[in-house]
């Protein structure tokens, strides 16, 4: 079993930023690929970032690329989420995702465990 705890989530202004943290417990987390995801009320739930085993392979979607980093301590089992220049169509419940496989996924039902979500609000 693995649990996925999201921190850093919060109020910030346009420009600003934020630092999400995704805390894993249970099975071995340095063997999968994690991923960051977000839903916005009303919004399907859409892919932000991914990342492999290693950090070898590194995927964004296209309205966070340049704005967003996604990276990984694998002794610490935290995945992490450094996001520049907010904007307020980042507003979204932001959620970590595991993946028991060495292959990123874009893919929401690709992941097999999920946190429960930190609230990113960004203020005009």
């Known amino acids: 079993q693995v649990q996925l705890v999201e921190s850093g989530g919060g109020l910030v202004q346009t420009g600003g930023s934020l630092r999400l943290s995704c805390a894993a417990s249970g099975r071995t987390f340095s063997s999968s690929t994690m991923g960051w995801f977000r839903q916005a009320p009303g919004m399907e739930r859409d892919f932000v970032a991914a990342?492999?085993?290693?950090?070898?392979?590194?995927y964004y979607a296209d309205s966070v690329k340049g704005r967003f980093i996604i990276s990984r301590d694998n002794a610490k089992k935290t995945l992490y989420l450094q996001m520049n220049t907010l904007k307020p169509e980042d507003t979204a419940v932001y959620y970590c995702a595991l993946r028991w496989s060495y292959t990123v996924s874009t893919r929401d039902y690709d992941y097999d465990y999920w946190g429960q979500g930190t609230q990113v609000t960004v203020s005009s």
């Open positions: 990342i492999d085993w290693i950090g070898g392979n590194i």
